[in-house]
Each structure stands twice: as C-alpha cells, then as structure tokens.
C-alpha cells in the first residue's frame, strides 16, 4: 500500500505542540541565561542559597556546569524540533519525542541531585548565610521536595501527551510525505 501523498490535511496537533514546545524551548532560554548569570555574577545571587552550595559543594557545582553546558544542546535542540513539527516534518516528530524521553530522564535525575545535595545541612547552612531562620529553612525543604515531585511527574506526563499525539497514523503520515 502506498503511503498518502499531499494535500492531506495537516494535523492540528503538530501546530498546537510545536507552539507548546517554542514556549518550553524561551523558558529553557531564559534559563540558560540565568544560570550563566548565576555562575558568572554569583554576588547578584546573594540571597538564593544555591550559590552558597555550589560554593561549598564541589561535587554539585560540577554537576551544574554539566547539565548547564548539556542544556546548551538541548535548547536549541528544543527549539529546532519545535520549528520543525509547525512545519510538518518527520525529523522534528523523532526529535521531539526523543527530546521528551531525555527529558524524563533529566527530571529524575535532577531530582535526586538536587534532593541530596540542596536539602539538610547544605541547606541549613547555606540558609544561614541569607539570615533565615530554621523555619524557613524547613518551608524551604518542603517546597523543594513537592516542587522536584511534580517537576518529574509533569515531564512524564507530557512525555505521555507528546507520544499519544505524535505516534497517531494522521500524524505520522502527514510527516512521513511533507516536505
């Protein structure tokens, strides 16, 4: 059987996600200029006490600097495959949907660094220095451990949407023949 040959008509899917994915890839943007700021003019940074720890903490600035100098290809990885599936293309498709599986893997990942090296003593200590109190610090803790839950559960969720609406036949077609 041959495979369709345009004009099929275009998904609307592959619009709605490459716009979903142009906002995930200014998000990713403005956090890649952050975390360069961050290491490069830590004393604007005074009061976040990730600074504190990624000064005392060589084993969680390394991992930082990785996964900043990972998220440099990644981002613009993001933003081409965003393009691509607005207009239709089968490569963009395969990259989104591998981008979404690395980006599970990132979010469990990221989870478990941060989670052992930004929580307990680290914290406390580096929350010392921004004169807060053990309170805060707990509030701190807590916020950080739901925020790194639903970070991972949100990427595995989306990563669910993307294949359940990019793996249909319509899709797949219409990627497969434009051009």
């Given at each position: 059987?041959?495979?369709?040959?345009?004009?099929?008509?275009?998904?609307?899917?592959?619009?709605?996600?490459?716009?979903?994915?142009?906002?995930?890839?200014?998000f990713g943007i403005?956090?890649?200029i952050t975390s360069v700021m961050m290491l490069v003019k830590p004393e604007m940074y005074a009061a976040n006490p990730v600074v504190t720890i990624m000064q005392n903490d060589v084993a969680y600035a390394t991992y930082y600097k990785g996964l900043l100098g990972f998220s440099f290809l990644l981002v613009p990885a993001n933003l081409a495959a965003a393009i691509g599936l607005i207009r239709g293309r089968e490569w963009a498709r395969k990259?989104?949907?591998?981008?979404?599986?690395?980006?599970?893997?990132?979010?469990?990942v990221n989870g478990w660094i941060?989670?052992?090296?930004l929580?307990?003593?680290?914290?406390?200590?580096?929350?010392k220095n921004t004169g807060s109190d053990a309170t805060a610090q707990k509030i701190m803790e807590v916020a950080m451990t739901?925020?790194?839950?639903?970070?991972?559960?949100?990427?595995?969720?989306?990563?669910?949407?993307?294949?359940?609406?990019?793996?249909?036949?319509?899709?797949?077609?219409?990627?497969?023949?434009?051009?």
């Open positions: 059987m041959q495979p369709p040959t345009l004009p099929i008509e275009k998904p609307k899917t592959l619009l709605v996600l490459g716009i979903l994915n142009l906002a995930f890839a200014a403005y956090g890649l990259l989104t949907l591998a981008m979404a599986l690395v980006g599970v893997v990132v979010a469990g941060s989670h052992t090296h929580s307990g003593p680290a914290m406390a200590e580096a929350m739901v925020s790194l839950f639903v970070g991972f559960l949100v990427a595995v969720v989306w990563t669910i949407v993307q294949f359940a609406l990019l793996c249909r036949a319509k899709v797949r077609a219409y990627c497969k023949v434009a051009k």
